[in-house]
């Protein structure tokens, strides 16, 4: 075992590396696929953002709680503290932030994206790759070549990270999935004139370049790509609620979450029943 890690946080936990030079596993007891234990730590990292944010958000409310009843009971001039305008106006303020994300940006809203999040596990497809992803994948973030029918570069890097390939693809697929009305899709418009591909002809452009035969189950990439976006739109509507939103267009950007969460639901709901 190395160096105990001084951490900031999570102390009650000892966390050290572990090395295993020249160590030998006999075959029956390996765990997994050779060469595929960085997906394992990956998950374990992603199962405890889940549970580190449950920690905080109930610590955070237990402490809410205390607060209110010591006010309740701190006497200040004959009266309780929380008696108090400018109590009331930070406990209120407070209360605000730990709330749930349905009451904070509106119930059709966070209810169709969360219910959305409880369902996308089920849908999942068996596969599993592991690529370099843009995490960005659209046409805001190329440039296209001047006098070439190609893309001279790729911008915007910044949210680069390991994923699945298909997720990068359907990401990229997007407008063909949304209405022109309200959400700039491709739905329900005639892009043969403007040179545009169809979806289809778009992934099975892809699948020839990726050595792909076809990809099953692709309404589920599609539909995560969506909520992703849903999720996305959901915290700048947030933003541009406590006044924290920089961008002109925030507020246009934020009201299509509730869209966004729907045309996800749709394209998700077949694969859950």
């Known amino acids: 075992m190395g160096r105990e890690e001084h951490k900031l946080g999570i102390r009650g936990s000892s966390t050290t590396p572990l090395i295993f030079e020249d160590c030998k596993v006999p ?3 390996v765990l997994g696929e050779i060469g595929k234990g960085h997906k394992v730590a990956f998950n374990v990292l992603n199962y405890g953002r889940f549970k580190l ?15 209110c009843r010591y006010a309740n009971d701190r006497k200040q001039f004959g009266q309780a503290i929380a008696s108090s305008p400018i109590f009331a106006e930070h406990g209120t303020n407070i209360a605000a932030v730990f709330d749930t994300d349905a009451a904070k940006i509106g119930a059709p809203i966070g209810n169709t994206v969360l219910l959305a999040y409880d369902r996308l596990p089920e849908g999942v497809p068996q596969d599993d790759e592991t690529t370099l992803s843009h ?3 659209r ?8 006098g070439e029918p190609r893309v001279a570069a790729v911008l915007a890097w910044e949210l680069c990270t390991l994923g699945h390939p298909l997720a990068h693809v359907a990401y990229t697929c997007v407008p063909w999935n949304l ?7 491709y739905m329900g418009c005639d892009l043969a004139p403007l040179g545009y591909p169809s979806e289809a002809e778009f992934v099975a452009d892809y699948c020839r370049h990726a050595g792909r035969a076809d990809i099953p189950h ?20 947030g933003r541009v609620r406590d006044g ?11 009201a299509r979450a ?9 394209l998700l709901r077949p694969l859950t029943e």
């Open 135 to 137: 995490g960005d994948s």
């Open 258 to 266: 509730p869209l966004l969460a729907a045309r996800a639901w749709e």
């Open 27 to 29: 075959v029956e007891n």
């Open 244 to 254: 924290t939103a920089a961008g002109a267009d925030a507020a246009e950007r934020g």
């Open 53 to 67: 944010a449950a920690m905080c958000s109930g610590g955070a409310k237990a402490v809410i709680a205390e607060a």
């Open 218 to 237: 692709w309404p589920f990439y599609v539909a995560f790509a969506m909520f992703r976006l849903a999720a996305i739109s959901q915290g700048i509507a």
């Open 139 to 146: 046409l805001g973030n190329m440039i296209i070549h001047p």
């Open 179 to 185: 209405p022109a009305e309200r959400l700039n899709g």
